[in-house]
């Protein structure tokens, strides 16, 4: 009884009013950072401030932070509770983050006590109540999981160092450590996965510890716990496709070396030292920290010496969970990231740290580092700039919210920046991403919006409109510029192929064929250098007037940093400028507004009408990137101003309701009109993260149902019908406002067909396998090579690269070639069903080598291997890669071998080979050679 009301009554003790005076600070400190950081001005918090408000109202309960599958929603939920209790506001939001982060004082607290008694438990909390800079801020204001993964960090740590310690001085396990373990585990895993280290570090922590004696029952109690804690996390991934897991592709990706460099010269100093402004103030708190780092690891010595479990496996836990989480941090894209947000789960470790090894000094000494130590980097707090110009910032959002509200602007497409202005303006204005909002619900609401306007020239939409001839009304609200009361071109008929000669490269290279076959795997794509200009020239058949390009990317983002047009008559005369130099922009319109990308959006650049002969396009890319690639482009006449003019829709959806069509293929603005005005009842293709109830497009042949339609602008009715004229028995055509509308009377199937955006184009595999399922072998054959047997090389051999990519074989060379002579090599490769789309970053490279000399081909081998694979049926694991090279005019003549490996472009990091043959720094020798002879010689 006594033992009990001692412990009842510790509160009351010196020392408990110690700790209660601790906490009491930390709860006051963290309620001024709520009141500092108020105004969401950060795009992360406004996102969070959004969760809080819908949860605090009962709309809408998600597991994760908005717009990702990871970082938990605990730390909103918590801020819902503060809104729900004092009504919606910045300060309600962060008082969530501030009660969930207090939990870190009590943790810290009793985590230094136990090796170093009451005084390491005070300096330990002491140093935890402010910290760093980053630290005091994201304890007070939200990221959506930064918090939690302090709080959870630390107490999975904690809790592993308290069974370590019960285990080795009493020889006690209980159900309950693991099962505390495992759920502090799990909702840490939910939060935010920086947690990851703390699992580790606490796992290997209680193997070292306890040896054998770490696998018991208690085990599935601690998973059990796990589970619980997380069980929002695993509800979602069950159901989604363990999304979660997706974020972890890079790493492993990165040079461990490297990242440890800029870890301890980068990211520490930004941790600890960023706010000390005074240079000989910011190094004598740098040697008080190495200090402290250093007199720790020698009283952690002297520990193992004296057998003072405590000490021993407290700092060595926190020892161990430092090496942990550097290694993961170093091999992860977080390291690529100037911040130091990524490493405030250091901070507590750092003070339990502190506080054991100060407690081992003089106490005078101990109070003198500990003070400096907090009070010397928090000069920060003394600042008025950070918190003048939030207000300043939520001011001028105020008075823009009221100025889009009196034009009747109700949604804005906006930098990424702009987020929080969602949560300070509770939503009377919805301000979305480009690519998407955060929240489902804002983006269709953009996307029916037909007023739309566009905020701080988002996607450089001030260079697309210049580019395609939109205009608008150029406004300012609150000093942000805005853009908004659209008007599209006229529309316009594109330029039949059989009018266009050729489009070629600067290199001479023909790509008409390419770029006016309406195929989407066909694809010109650039090898121009940064700062380097690349031009596709096109060749009319006679003298034509042309008013506008349009065409569309080959792959997504790979778009020129600059693009301008030129013209003339004849090859003698001097090319003219057309365009302006123009930056690029993902922006297209589609029917009654402007549009942000979507899988093969196009691009439209309009002049001036001319009549030309010869067409240039000039791309530029002005920093490193990805190639310029067009798959399909289209010279534009006949411009027509009536087709400007607002179509009759009312007509169109009487048409559609007299005839019964609920299912409708179109372009993107005429599927949005068909939606709003239909209230849905009109399936068409849009976006499935706004519009769930959306048409889902077949994988293989594009179908029409029964009572199903086409709906398109007439200026492209014509090439529509080109197509649609193999099934014209089964479509009835339609004439409406404007729009030339196709009803199935019956299924239609479209072999090898796909629909993009505004046409019908081919899919090649697709088509081939149609063609070789009809009988016509040869003709599939010939365009499409892989539908016969699987290859098998003349020169057989196996490497397994990392992650199951094989190379199986090649073509023999030639016995001997001489400098200049062309050449083709062909390898072979295999990828498990499915696994291709996990090697899009990956690259070959190819050296060939002498004791006199290297060549390599030149840069030729560099192809992703998923271009080659993305050819191959399901069923067919190997397919081939050719690639043509030259042997260099000035080489030293000589027997020259192949080696041979797969690398990712991005960190020069190349893939771990397993193979018999010769191999050295993953590089392979294959069994092929070229024998270079003198020029002479042949």
């Known amino acids: 009884m006594r033992k009990g009301s001692k412990r009842r009554y510790w509160i009351m003790t010196p020392e408990g009013w110690g700790f209660s005076a601790l906490l009491i600070t930390g709860a006051l400190v963290r309620i001024a950072a709520a009141w500092r950081y108020r105004h969401m001005t950060n795009l992360d918090a406004g996102v969070v401030a959004l969760m809080a408000k819908h949860m605090a109202e009962g709309r809408h309960f998600p597991t994760f932070f ?34 969930l982060s207090l939990g870190l004082i009590p943790i810290v607290y009793f985590w230094a006590r136990r090796a170093g008694g009451p005084r390491a438990a005070m300096i330990a909390g002491a140093y935890c109540v402010i910290g760093p800079h980053g630290f005091f801020h994201y304890n007070g204001s939200p990221r959506g999981g930064y918090a939690a993964a302090l709080v959870f960090g630390a107490l999975v740590t904690f809790l592993a160092t308290r069974m370590v310690l019960r285990w080795r001085e009493e020889r006690e396990q209980t159900h309950a450590d693991f099962l505390w373990l495992g759920i502090a585990a799990g909702l840490g895993w939910w939060s935010n996965q920086l947690v990851t280290a703390s699992l580790l570090s606490a796992a290997l922590l209680l193997l070292m510890a306890m040896g054998k004696a770490a696998f018991s029952l208690r085990i599935f109690t601690g998973l059990g716990g796990f589970l619980l804690g997380g069980l929002p996390f695993w509800i979602y991934n069950v159901r989604n496709d363990m999304a979660t897991f997706r974020f972890a592709d890079g790493v492993g990706s990165y040079p461990v070396v490297s990242g440890l460099r800029r870890l301890v010269t980068g990211r520490v100093p930004l941790l600890f030292l960023a706010d000390v402004s005074i240079a000989p103030v910011k190094w004598g708190v740098a040697v008080l920290f190495l200090g402290v780092t250093g007199l720790g690891l020698w009283i952690w010595v002297r520990a ?31 390291a690529l990231q100037p911040t130091p947000r990524y490493l405030l789960p250091w901070v507590a470790p750092l003070g339990v740290w502190m506080g054991v090894v100060l407690s081992k000094t003089d106490l005078r000494v101990a109070v003198a580092v500990t003070g400096l130590l907090i009070i010397l980097p928090s000069g920060f707090l003394l600042g008025r700039s950070f918190p003048e110009q939030a207000a300043s910032w939520h001011r001028a959002t105020l008075t823009a919210g009221e100025e889009l509200q009196d034009l009747g602007v109700d949604t804005v497409y906006a930098p990424i920046g702009f987020r929080s202005w969602n949560f300070i303006l509770r939503e009377s204005v919805a301000v979305v991403d480009l690519n998407r909002s955060v929240f489902p619900g804002q983006t269709a609401r953009a996307e029916l919006d037909p007023g739309l306007g566009v905020l701080g020239d988002a996607g450089r939409v001030s260079g697309f409109m210049r580019r395609a001839g939109v205009k608008g009304r150029h406004r300012n609200v609150g000093g942000f510029p805005l853009v908004s009361d659209f008007t599209g071109p006229p529309s316009a008929s594109p330029l039949s192929g059989d009018r266009i000669i050729s489009i070629r490269d600067s290199g001479g290279g023909e790509w008409k064929e390419a770029l006016t076959n309406r195929d989407v795997s066909t694809v010109y794509r650039t090898g121009m250098a940064p700062s380097r200009f690349e031009d596709l020239i096109l060749t009319l058949s006679d003298r034509t007037a042309v008013a506008g390009l349009r065409f569309w990317p080959g792959r997504p983002g790979e778009v020129p940093d600059e ?9 003698e005369d001097e090319w003219r400028k057309v365009s302006p130099v123009t930056p690029w922009s993902g922006f297209f319109w589609s029917d009654h507004r402007i549009f942000w990308q979507e899988p093969f959006f196009r691009l439209q650049i309009r002049f001036p009408e001319r009549e030309v002969r010869q067409i240039r396009l000039r791309f530029r890319q002005i920093d490193t990137g990805p190639p310029v690639s067009i798959s399909q482009l289209d010279v534009l006449e006949n411009y027509d101003a009536s087709g400007n003019a607002e179509a009759d829709w009312e007509e169109v959806m009487e048409v559609l309701k007299n005839e019964g069509v609920d299912w409708v293929l179109a372009d993107r603005g005429e599927s949005v009109q068909l939606h709003r005005r239909s209230e849905g009842r009109v399936k068409t293709l849009l976006r499935k993260d706004a519009f769930p109830d959306g048409l889902s497009m077949p994988e293989h042949d594009l179908v029409i149902p029964a009572g199903g339609g086409v709906l398109v602008h007439r200026s492209q009715a014509g090439r529509i019908d080109s197509v649609l004229v193999e099934a014209a028995p089964s479509l009835r055509r339609i004439q409406v406002s404007g729009f030339d509308l196709w009803i199935a009377e019956q299924e239609v199937r479209l072999p090898g067909r796909v629909w993009k955006g505004c046409d019908i184009w081919m899919h090649p595999a697709r088509y081939g396998e149609w063609r070789w399922a009809q009988g016509n072998r040869e003709a599939a054959l010939r365009h499409h090579p892989y539908l016969g047997e699987a290859p098998s090389p003349e020169k057989p051999f196996e490497i397994k690269f990392e992650k199951d990519l094989y190379c199986v074989g090649a073509e023999p060379m030639p016995e001997e070639v001489k400098p200049g002579q062309p050449l083709t090599l062909t390898t072979y490769w295999q990828v498990p069903e499915g696994e291709w789309a996990d090697l899009r970053h990956l690259a070959v490279f190819a050296h060939w080598r002498s004791d006199d000399g290297m060549f390599t081909s030149d840069g030729a081998m560099l192809q992703n291997i998923p271009d080659a694979f993305l050819e191959v049926p399901p069923d067919h694991r190997t397919f081939p890669m050719t690639v043509q090279f030259r042997v260099p005019e000035e080489i030293t003549p000589g027997l020259y071998r192949l080696w041979m490996g797969v690398y990712r472009p991005a960190t020069g990091k190349r893939r771990e080979v397993h193979t018999r043959l010769s191999s050295k720094k993953n590089a392979v020798q294959l069994p092929l050679q070229l024998n270079i002879m003198p020029a002479s010689a042949l």
């Open 304 to 334: 193992f010496r004296k057998g003072n479990q405590a000490v021993v496996w407290t700092l060595g836990g926190i020892l161990l969970y430092v090496t942990v989480f550097s290694l993961l941090f170093t091999q992860s894209h977080l």
């Open 66 to 99: 908005y717009g990702q599958p990871h970082m938990g929603s605990l730390e909103a939920g918590i801020s819902a509770v503060f809104c729900r209790m004092l009504g919606v506001s910045g300060f309600a939001v962060n008082l969530g983050t501030a009660a």
């Open 563 to 571: 693009l301008q047009v030129f013209i003339r008559d004849r090859p």
